[in-house]
């Protein structure tokens, strides 16, 4: 079974340009998220989807953070100007079900885009 | 809310050594979930274990071993026989059934195996 897919691995840009982010989950997957992460620290919810409706994006800056899953399979987060407290890497992850738990919810991760905002 | 600490931010040691890291949470759910992952150089976060708030037994997966308390909130995790690949970033998360269903990760700790 194919994992989380992300592109590009690697990113590097000059503050206030634009960036995105492209995320494939696993085959199936009816939930997926964005972390940021930060050197040293943690993931950190951005936002969940459930198929193509947004769940949660109470911790998404929404004011240069834009995300989206039209056809509930693949997803795009965009930053739109980037700052320099950008820079982090930024993880998809995907889980079976988004309702109540069973065996099978277990978020899986892909390998992550690593942002420099100079 | 939700909270995970891991208050080891790196531990050192010696192949072979046994090495145990720390979790404890705060959760106001009475179902809820933990997970420890392991982040490698490469980056990608591997899940290795998760387990529910009505299952205290504790786990064992080869040289992995799992000890939750919920007296002391703690989900504690056991290399045994450490070796070099072990080397990562350990994370313990926290997963609420009833308030979001969504992950809070602790800051994690950095384990260095030497040779």
């Known amino acids: 079974e194919a994992g989380v897919a992300q592109s590009p691995r690697y990113k590097i840009i000059e503050k206030r340009q634009s960036v995105a982010f492209w995320c494939n989950p696993i085959?199936?997957?009816?939930?997926l998220y964005w972390y940021q992460q930060i050197l040293g620290q943690g993931p950190k919810l951005l936002i969940q989807f459930q198929n193509n409706g947004v769940v949660d994006d109470s911790q998404l800056p929404k004011d240069r953070f834009s995300a989206e899953r039209l056809k509930g399979v693949d997803s795009t987060l965009k930053i739109q100007p980037a700052k320099l407290e950008d820079s982090a890497v930024y993880l998809c992850?995907?889980?079976?079900?988004?309702?109540?738990?069973?065996?099978?919810?277990?978020?899986?991760f892909g390998p992550g885009t690593r942002l420099t905002v100079l | 809310a939700q909270k995970v600490t891991q208050a080891q931010t790196e531990i050192s040691v010696v192949e072979k050594e046994d090495v145990t890291l720390d979790c404890v949470y705060e959760?106001?759910?009475?179902?809820?979930?933990l997970f420890w992952y392991k982040q490698p150089p490469s980056g990608e976060l591997v899940f290795l274990i998760r387990?529910?708030?009505?299952?205290?037994q504790n786990e064992i997966s080869g040289r992995y071993s799992w000890n939750f308390q919920k007296s002391t909130s703690s989900f504690n995790f056991t290399i045994t026989a450490s070796q070099v690949v072990d080397s990562a970033v350990y994370f313990c998360a926290l997963s609420e059934a009833n308030y979001g269903q969504n992950f809070v990760f602790g800051p994690g700790t950095r384990l260095s195996v030497l040779p």
């Open positions: 387990r529910n708030s009505f299952d205290e």
């Open positions: 085959s199936g997957h009816a939930t």
């Open positions: 959760t106001r759910d009475t179902t809820y979930y």
């Open positions: 992850a995907s889980k079976s079900s988004g309702g109540t738990y069973s065996s099978t919810d277990t978020q899986y």
